[in-house]
């Protein structure tokens, strides 16, 4: 039996419809978040933090011992996290921490903090004010004194590390300049 018009328009209608649904399936909208949006509403205020410097000849001068603590001690270790966060496509500005370097002089594993010099001159944020990750491509060793923005899945998941504990992760994460 040879088709007739009305069910050949009928199966292009039908095969049209098909492709919309799953070959134009939208992609996931990446969310731009800041450091304040990791940390819970309820959660008590992040207070004694350094301000962010760009200004390296007084970094010494501006994170003293007494003000901060010891800089090998990590303020919150264990502090509470975004739980509605896990899974979401992000996109977060932060500092590179590097965790170890590529055989070839990059860097693929750090921990992302809000503000320069983090675990290394001042005591580590608080762990909900960190977060693992694991790029996609290594970054240059000396572009590593540069803000960057860094995109992916975000993991709610403990991850601790010589350095300091993150309340966050992001895996095969896409890492690009920071511009303002």
Known sequence: MKP???YMRYLA???AACALVFCAAPALAVEELSWGDLVPPDAQPLIGLPQPTHDLASL????????????????????????????REVKLPGYI?????????????????????????????????????????????????????????????HVESDLANAGYRIANADVEPYTY
């Open 4 to 6: 007739t018009g009305y």
């Open 60 to 87: 010494a001068d501006a994170l003293s011992e007494e003000e901060f603590g010891d800089p090998a001690v990590q303020s919150q270790p264990d502090a509470p996290v975004v739980a509605a966060l896990d899974g």
């Open 97 to 157: 921490v590097p965790l170890g370097i590529d055989p070839d002089g990059s860097v693929s594993e750090f921990l992302l903090v809000p503000y320069f010099g983090a675990c290394i001159h001042v005591p580590p944020p608080p762990s909900n004010q960190i977060v693992h990750v694991r790029s996609a491509r290594g970054i240059e060793l000396a572009e590593l004194y540069q803000p960057f923005w860094v995109s992916g899945a975000m993991q709610v998941e």
């Open 13 to 15: 209608a039908i095969t």
